[in-house]
């Protein structure tokens, strides 16, 4: 499923823009036609995960979390909304940005909602963020509204810095000591090979393994670097097709390891985003459309659309996400706790709380692991090369 921006008129000629999701863009016009709308245009929004759900282009990451919290203080503050945007425009930033807001200020003084203003933007503002700043205007708190919704880009960034942050430093140890591992044998392991010949001394047979590997990839280096660009290219092209790539999302998320803090990011943000739109007004369905988005998983997000589509033939959110469990447990029984009790929206920040407490815990756990068993492998393998070129010349010189 991918997600389409369309213009339409309805019955009365009014004219209609949003986003809806289909299999291409017939299926997203035939969608529409059957709304009862005539379509003027549909494209396709060509933005994808998490960074489609939480907005792209000019405002983004942390200037997009910049803006909203400074355009909900001076709401706050008493400032009309023109005035505001007009305050925002004296900052200092990008040409690019300010000619942005300059637009939404525009089409504000014209008369128009700033969820109109913002959609009009195309992709620069996510579905999520428009979503919830119509719900804002129509519930008349939309100073509250862009607070949550600072917050909540604020809470989403943190999560995804962390991840991204805990990966760095094992990434570059890694990267650095295969490279370390590759010179030795590419450049160094072979110039010993005429010197253990010319002299003659026998050579055991972890010596000859090394020197037979190090001579393979003096020979063959680039060949064997080749190769593995290849297969990487060939591997991403096949990630492409969705099935493949749900079959592979849903074996991650059962690998012993791994699988549990993959379920624990992938419900924080699900239920923070689900809870969010909800404590807003958005409805149950809208809210897991977009919510669909946020999820980086695709097994999860085929879930989630399974969900909805339960929802809508009347089913519960808990058991429709307990069919497959692909969330922790503990998740899908303060959801259904939530339901039963009519506070969904309030449980769901709940969960999306304790599962982000759970998440940096289990990053921390598995850095401290995993950065000492890095180290102990790579200086095990950088041990069996040395070893391997002192063991003949140990032996020529225990013969002298």
Do not use: H
């Amino acid at each position: 499923m991918s997600l389409f921006k369309y213009r339409a008129l309805d019955a009365q000629g009014a004219p209609q823009n949003g986003t809806l999701e289909a299999r291409d863009q017939d299926a997203a016009i035939a969608a529409l036609q059957k709304r009862g709308l005539m379509v003027l245009q549909v494209d396709a929004a060509g933005m994808g995960g998490l960074r489609r759900a939480l907005g792209s282009g000019l405002l983004n990451g942390a200037a997009l979390v910049s803006f909203t919290q400074q355009l909900a203080t001076l709401l706050g503050a008493g400032q009309p909304l023109e005035r505001s945007l007009g305050i925002l425009l004296k900052q200092p930033g990008q040409p690019q940005t300010k000619a942005l807001i300059e637009r939404i200020r525009e089409q504000v003084k014209a008369g128009k909602p700033l969820s109109v203003a913002l959609e009009e933007e195309g992709s620069q503002f996510s579905p999520l963020y428009i979503s919830m700043v119509r719900a804002g205007e129509a519930g008349g708190a939309l100073e509250s509204t862009l607070r949550q919704l600072s917050d909540y880009l604020e809470r989403s960034q943190l999560l995804r810095g962390e991840v991204i942050n805990a990966l760095i430093y094992p990434a570059f140890l890694v990267v650095g000591v295969l490279g370390s591992l590759a010179l030795l044998l590419a450049y160094v392991v072979p110039q010993f090979v005429p010197i253990f010949k010319d002299l003659g001394v026998p050579i055991p047979l972890i010596t000859e393994v090394i020197l037979n590997l190090g001579q393979f990839l003096s020979d063959y280096g680039l060949a064997v670097l080749a190769g593995l660009i290849a297969l990487i290219w060939g591997m991403a092209i096949r990630m492409r097709d969705p099935q493949r790539r749900e079959r592979r999302d849903r074996r991650l998320l059962g690998i012993r390891v791994i699988g549990p803090l993959l379920q624990r990011i992938e419900a924080a943000r699900l239920t923070r985003t689900l809870g969010t739109l909800l404590t807003n007004g958005v409805a149950l369905l809208q809210a897991l459309v977009i919510a669909r988005q946020v999820c980086t998983n695709r097994a999860l997000q085929a879930q989630v659309e399974q969900a909805a589509e339960s929802v809508k033939g009347g089913g519960t959110l808990a058991s429709a996400f307990g069919a497959q469990p692909l969330l922790p447990d503990l998740a899908l029984q303060m959801i259904e706790v939530g339901e039963q009790a009519g506070e969904l929206d309030t449980m769901l920040m709940k969960v999306a709380d304790v599962f982000d407490v759970e998440a940096k815990r289990g990053i921390d756990r598995m850095l401290a692991a995993l950065v000492p068993a890095l180290t102990v492998v790579m200086a095990g393998m950088v041990a069996v090369i040395m070893l391997a070129i002192m063991l003949p010349l140990m032996s020529l010189t225990s013969n002298i």
